[in-house]
């Protein structure tokens, strides 16, 4: 069964784009947030460990 959203496109702001991608199926949103949410803690943490932990000697 084939579903279509064009009607939903066509009457889409910017607020209810993406809500449309979130009701899409196929989204490709919806495969990769687990794994860009991962991405984006490990990527922020270390960050802070560099920039705040970690002293000068230890940053060469």
Do not use: D, H, P
């Not at 009607?7 to 794994?35: D, H, M, P, T």
């Not at 991405?39 to 922020?44: D, G, I, P, R, V």
């Amino acid at each position: 069964m084939t579903v279509t959203y064009s009607l939903n496109v066509a009457k889409a702001r910017l607020c209810g784009f993406a809500k449309l991608l979130g009701r899409w199926r196929g989204s490709i949103y919806k495969l990769l947030y687990r794994e860009m949410v991962i991405f984006c803690a490990l990527y922020y943490s270390l960050s802070f460990l560099y920039r705040y932990l970690l002293s000068e000697a230890q940053k060469k």
